[in-house]
């Protein structure tokens, strides 16, 4: 019936209690010139560069690990659960490559290589050419392995236009 309401006095709140906090996660500044003098970078990019139509980064994640199983050691370290590869280097170095205007994802969520990208392997064709030949090989023996996943991407993509 009526009757007075009790007032609502805040309590402390404990330690025990989730809240919600901001991380704050520092990265470098990085420019191109860093990006020219790291081999690891330019092998990425050219890599990338290799897939005509643009490839996802699910794609690219599966294909240098299968790479790196065949022999093409990048230097990236791998944890797969299950059947899933998945390297924070990697994702890092595409946030790199993105960053600095040398790599894009398309519409359809694919990555693809800029005409300054491009521009900047021409430059420096010179410190992949030692591994050109062994990277297109394994890159023409492989990618056919990771096509199930970027259609995969490709479906889901077009699904939610």
Same mark, same amino acid.
């Given at each position: 019936m009526?009757?007075?309401?009790?007032?609502?006095?805040?309590?402390?709140?404990?330690?025990?209690e989730?809240g919600?906090?901001?991380?704050?996660?520092?990265?470098h500044?990085?420019?191109?010139s860093?990006v020219e003098?790291n081999p690891?970078l *330019?092998?990425?990019l050219?890599i990338?560069s290799l /897939?005509?139509?643009?490839?996802s980064? %699910?794609a690219?994640?599966? #294909?240098l690990?299968?790479?790196k199983?065949n022999?093409?050691?990048?230097?990236y370290?791998?944890?797969?659960i299950?059947?899933?590869?998945?390297?924070k280097d990697l994702?890092g170095?595409?946030t790199v490559?993105?960053?600095t205007g040398l790599v894009?994802?398309a519409g359809?969520?694919?990555?693809?290589?800029?005409?300054?990208g491009?521009?900047? *392997?021409?430059k420096?064709?010179?410190?992949?050419? /030692?591994q050109e030949?062994?990277?297109k %090989?394994?890159?023409e023996? #492989?990618?056919?392995?990771?096509v199930p996943?970027?259609?995969?991407?490709d479906?889901k993509s077009?699904a939610r236009?």
């Amino acid at each position: 019936m009526g009757g007075l309401k009790k007032q609502k006095v805040a309590t402390p709140t404990t330690g025990s209690e989730k809240g919600k906090e901001v991380k704050i996660v520092t990265r470098h500044v990085v420019t191109l010139s860093d990006v020219e003098k790291n081999p690891r970078l *330019l092998t990425l990019l050219y890599i990338i560069s290799l /897939a005509k139509n643009g490839i996802s980064e %699910k794609a690219l994640v599966n #294909l240098l690990y299968l790479m790196k199983e065949n022999g093409l050691n990048l230097g990236y370290s791998f944890v797969v659960i299950g059947n899933t590869p998945s390297s924070k280097d990697l994702l890092g170095d595409l946030t790199v490559l993105k960053y600095t205007g040398l790599v894009e994802v398309a519409g359809n969520k694919k990555l693809v290589v800029t005409s300054l990208g491009k521009e900047l *392997l021409s430059k420096v064709a010179s410190v992949i050419s /030692a591994q050109e030949d062994t990277i297109k %090989k394994l890159y023409e023996v #492989l990618y056919p392995k990771v096509v199930p996943v970027d259609v995969e991407i490709d479906l889901k993509s077009r699904a939610r236009r």
